[in-house]
């Protein structure tokens, strides 16, 4: 599960996971869709791209 908010800024970033996983799962790059979801903050796309990261590792074992 991602995170509700940012640990940094405190930003909502649960509600925007399911595009962000939907889009890059379509070949998009995940840059791309942070910026079109309005995440400009480091912190912020950091949540994304290390819990992808997370879950690909995760991912044979569920
Ligand atoms: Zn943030």
């Known amino acids: ?3 509700v908010r ?3 800024c405190g930003k909502v ?3 925007s996971w399911e595009e ?3 889009r890059t799962g379509e070949g998009e790059d995940p840059a791309t869709v942070l ?3 309005k ?3 480091y912190c912020c796309r950091r ?3 290390a819990h992808v990261e997370l879950v690909d590792t995760m991912a044979p074992y569920q």
């Open 13 to 15: 970033i649960a509600e």
């Open 20 to 22: 962000y996983k939907r």
């Open 47 to 49: 949540m994304f791209l």
């Open 39 to 41: 995440f400009v903050r």
């Open 35 to 37: 910026d079109d979801l």
């Open 6 to 8: 940012c640990f940094t």
């Open 1 to 3: 599960m991602i995170p």
